[in-house]
């Protein structure tokens, strides 16, 4: 019967007799993921000149690996370069050595993190649960889910995640000593979730039994807590005793009192909505992962694993399954902690939302295998009756609507895959400023000077894609640099505007056509954060005075682009105040 050989595909558990079912679906978990690699390839080359958000912070510093003569004396690329984990600084600096572009590799690399990742969430499942279309449930919804956030797109340390945690749990689960390489390799890409891997170990010797607690008497358990927790020290332990030339970090008193980090800011972390704050919050929050719609099923496992007469497909999930109640349990623990401890560990977002992707893609295709079964069972107890054709439309309808809803909802959202890729506008601009010397400043408070360190590798004064505030060595000078770069731009004076541009060695200044202009000002939200600056700025042009900037660019424009004009400020530096006063407003 057709139904049973569905059944047989969907349900059964992998044996050795059944392997072509095994590689069927991995092949097909594998296509998935590659399919939307390939949508993410053609975004990124489909011009010259685009770049991923974050990757404008992370990636844009390692073309001094390319030319070391690059960004000299430039506190933001200094200051990116020194948070870059070790691990990830020397993969793309090895690439960089075989001749490949940082920010090329940078495009290349995410679907193929993508495509890891997806095997080894597809292995990952099948340990906890033999059965292969589990798998291939689980490894899709994890994949989708990375692809409707811009977590894999930008190749940053977080990217490299997924892969390295998804193999140090399967790697554990099977006790392998590649647990070990897989946990050093978390550390020197991204390591916060070493205590999350640490503390998963801890619990290993832990599980429930009938609602009790049980303790392991299986002295290997204990030896991988001992051996993982020397491998989590000694890779951590570079890291506790580095020295930053940026510190210290913020405390959450401090934060609390800058707009940065509240409604509006640049990194918002404050919420007055409680809710918000704790389970939704993208910094702050638990963020329980509910995109794509089908992990809500993954809620209702633990419901179903207390009826295995009702769902007999329970007695095939193995008792690994408690690695995801060590795992849940150990990201939340440290979640509260970096609460408690707020910025000395980061984000407590970080140790949630990655961890809780894992355990919903896994529980909610368990679930839905199980249900499934149930289904199947059901109907087969027709077999002899009226309700037999009824019965069969029915379970194959549902396993209809569960494919056909798996891999159609994504072609319902207008951003998937998710990259959050810029492309740059003028690349007329670009190619002016990599024509000038390396040793160049350019000033701007427009977001396109967010671009120039990637596209033209020239340093900025400043650009909000780089206010990053969690270190104050770093911050504070950010700040000060930008409050004074507003305060020149719309200042009156021509000395005040000169002096700047000495005290800071500006060799460009790039300017919007509507950039001195009131209604500019009131959109900008980003300049809305340096309140005395922009307040002086508004005062000015709505009291109807003009900044000196309006009188200088007739005689010092060098470069006009569309709604850009790049000012040299050697002219500037060079013009009389009689001389700029003479020029009509």
């Known amino acids: 019967m057709f139904r049973n050989s569905v ?5 059964a558990p992998t044996t050795h007799r059944n392997r072509h079912i095994y590689w069927f679906w991995f092949a097909a978990s594998a296509i998935v993921a590659g399919t939307y690699g390939l949508e993410v390839w053609q975004q990124a080359f489909s011009t010259e000149f685009v770049v991923s958000d974050d990757t404008r912070q992370h990636v844009f510093w390692m073309q001094r690996f390319i030319d070391p003569e690059l960004f000299p004396n430039d506190s933001i690329a200094d200051y990116f370069q020194s948070v870059a984990p070790r691990g990830y600084t020397e993969f793309y600096r090895l690439f960089a050595k075989l ?39 689980a490894s899709v919804l994890f994949t989708q889910n990375l692809w409707m956030l811009d977590v894999l797109s930008a190749a940053t340390p977080r990217a490299f995640l997924n892969p390295l945690f998804l193999a140090f749990l399967y790697y554990l689960i099977r ?36 609602g009790r607690l049980k303790i392991s008497r299986d002295r290997r358990e204990y030896w991988f807590c001992i051996l993982g927790s020397i491998v989590a020290f000694l890779v951590l332990l570079p890291y506790a005793l580095k020295t930053s030339d940026f510190a210290p970090t913020i ?35 638990i963020q329980i992962p509910f995109d794509p719609p089908l992990l809500v099923a993954g809620m209702i496992l633990p419901v179903l694993l207390h009826f295995p007469d009702r769902f007999p497909l329970v007695v095939a999930v193995r008792s690994h399954l408690k690695i995801l109640g060590h795992l849940t349990l150990s990201s939340l623990g440290l979640f509260f902690v970096a609460h408690a401890l ?13 961890s809780l992707r894992v355990i919903m893609s896994l529980s909610a295709a368990i679930a839905l295998i199980i249900l499934l079964d149930s289904i199947f069972r059901w109907a087969t107890g027709f077999q002899h009756s009226s309700f037999w054709l009824r019965s069969e439309a029915l379970s194959l309808g549902a396993v209809a609507i569960l494919l056909g809803y798996l891999m159609l909802y994504p072609t319902s959202l207008s951003n998937f895959p998710k990259t959050n890729y810029q492309f740059g506008s003028t690349p007329e601009l670009y190619q002016f400023f990599a024509r000038q010397p390396k040793e160049i400043s350019i000033a701007s408070i427009s977001s396109e000077a967010n671009n120039l360190p990637t596209f033209a590798h020239r340093s900025i004064i400043s650009g909000q894609e780089y206010a990053i505030p969690y270190h104050l060595g770093y911050y504070r000078s950010f700040q000060s640099g930008t409050s004074e770069l507003i305060q020149a731009q719309y200042t009156e004076s021509l000395l005040e505007l000169q002096n700047f541009i000495k005290t800071y060695e500006i060799d460009f200044w790039l300017l919007e056509n509507e950039t001195l202009t009131l209604d500019y000002i009131e959109k900008n939200d980003w300049m809305k954060q340096y309140s005395k ?19 200088v660019l007739e005689r010092c424009s060098k470069f006009q682009l569309d709604s850009f004009t790049v000012v040299p400020t050697e002219c500037v530096l060079n013009l009389s105040r009689l001389a700029v006063e003479s020029v009509p407003p």
């Open 99 to 137: 001749g490949i572009d940082p920010l090329l590799t940078s495009k290349l690399i995410p679907p193929i993190l993508g495509l890891i990742s997806t095997s080894c969430c597809f292995l990952l499942c099948l340990e906890i649960f033999p059965v292969p279309a589990a798998g291939f449930l």
């Open 342 to 354: 707020l910025f000395k560990l980061h984000l407590p977002s970080r140790y949630t939302q990655h």
């Open 7 to 11: 059944q047989t595909w969907l349900v």
């Open 175 to 210: 006790r392998s000593p590649w647990c070990f390489i897989a946990l050093a390799a978390i550390g020197l890409f991204y390591p916060q979730y070493v205590l999350v891997s640490v503390g998963v170990l801890i619990l290993t010797p832990l599980s429930l039994e009938k």
């Open 251 to 285: 405390t959450a008193a401090e934060a609390r009192l800058m707009p940065e980090f509240l409604p509006g800011g640049r990194v918002r972390f404050f919420y007055e909505d409680f809710g918000r704050y704790w389970l939704n919050g993208g910094r702050s929050g």
């Open 533 to 551: 600056a922009t307040q002086q700025a508004i005062k000015l042009l709505e009291e109807g005075r003009s900044p000196a900037f309006k009188s």
